[in-house]
């Protein structure tokens, strides 16, 4: 599904409330039948986690560990082993074509290739839901029709709904459906 609308329009915030970093002043979300704001604010951390992959515009890795660490930081917050860690943080980074730069710093890589190890990340904790606030928002035409492509396989492959804010009305025209938000509201909603 895709999110499009103006700036300033409220679709980061709506995408920040559906993945519990705001906390709505009115109004419940509900993932899976779990109301996530029912939870006391301690689990809300753990729910976020296991439940909900999260894709930024700027990628938002660690820049000083490698790129095998930050993929696998969601599984070490989850309590996952070292070699569940290893195993799972491989396969994702083979499956987007990046397992060639399990040991390099993020900041050696181009711009598409963090956005991989971004993705790869989000998948860690194989959550119910993914939300990326403009993935190809950095990128190049091609680069971005690359990452979205990506994203597009991983959505088929895992059966898992993604959450896609995008400024491309191309690709929201490539999504199942797409909310038209303006001024903090949603103005319609189109089924491709
Ligand atoms: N926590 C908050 N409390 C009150 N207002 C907020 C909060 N966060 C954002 N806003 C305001 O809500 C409006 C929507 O902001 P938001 O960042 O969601 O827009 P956006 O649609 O993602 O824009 P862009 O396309 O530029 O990223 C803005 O006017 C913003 O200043
Ligand atoms: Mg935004």
Same mark, same amino acid.
């Given at each position: 599904m895709s999110i499009v609308g103006p700036s300033g329009s409220g679709k980061s915030t709506l995408l920040n409330m559906i %993945? =519990? /970093? @705001?906390? !709505? +002043?009115?109004?419940?979300?509900? #993932? $899976? %039948?779990? @109301?996530?704001? =029912?939870a006391p604010d301690g689990e809300l951390s753990v729910l976020r986690n296991r439940l909900i992959g999260f894709i930024f515009q700027s990628y938002n890795l660690i820049n000083r560990t490698t790129v095998q660490n930050?993929?696998?930081? !969601?599984? #070490?917050? /989850?309590?996952?082993? !070292?070699s569940e860690r290893e195993k799972r943080s491989l396969k994702l980074l083979e499956l987007l074509g990046i397992g060639d730069k399990v040991?390099?710093?993020p900041t050696t890589l181009s711009g598409g290739q963090m956005q &991989?190890? =971004?993705? =790869? &990340? $989000?998948?860690?904790?194989?959550? +119910? /839901? #993914?939300l990326a606030d403009e993935p190809t928002g950095n990128l190049d035409t091609k680069t971005g029709s690359e990452v979205f492509a990506l994203l597009k396989m991983l959505s088929n492959k895992f059966r898992r709904t993604i959450v896609m804010v995008t400024h491309n009305p191309e690709l929201a025209l490539e999504t199942d459906r797409t909310l038209y938000i303006r001024d903090g509201r949603l103005e319609k909603e189109v089924v491709h």
């Amino acid at each position: 599904m895709s999110i499009v609308g103006p700036s300033g329009s409220g679709k980061s915030t709506l995408l920040n409330m559906i %993945g =519990a /970093l @705001d906390r !709505p +002043t009115m109004g419940k979300v509900l #993932i $899976s %039948g779990v @109301d996530v704001f =029912a939870a006391p604010d301690g689990e809300l951390s753990v729910l976020r986690n296991r439940l909900i992959g999260f894709i930024f515009q700027s990628y938002n890795l660690i820049n000083r560990t490698t790129v095998q660490n930050n993929v696998e930081l !969601p599984g #070490i917050i /989850l309590g996952m082993s !070292p070699s569940e860690r290893e195993k799972r943080s491989l396969k994702l980074l083979e499956l987007l074509g990046i397992g060639d730069k399990v040991q390099f710093k993020p900041t050696t890589l181009s711009g598409g290739q963090m956005q &991989r190890v =971004a993705i =790869a &990340r $989000s998948l860690m904790n194989n959550p +119910t /839901l #993914i939300l990326a606030d403009e993935p190809t928002g950095n990128l190049d035409t091609k680069t971005g029709s690359e990452v979205f492509a990506l994203l597009k396989m991983l959505s088929n492959k895992f059966r898992r709904t993604i959450v896609m804010v995008t400024h491309n009305p191309e690709l929201a025209l490539e999504t199942d459906r797409t909310l038209y938000i303006r001024d903090g509201r949603l103005e319609k909603e189109v089924v491709h």
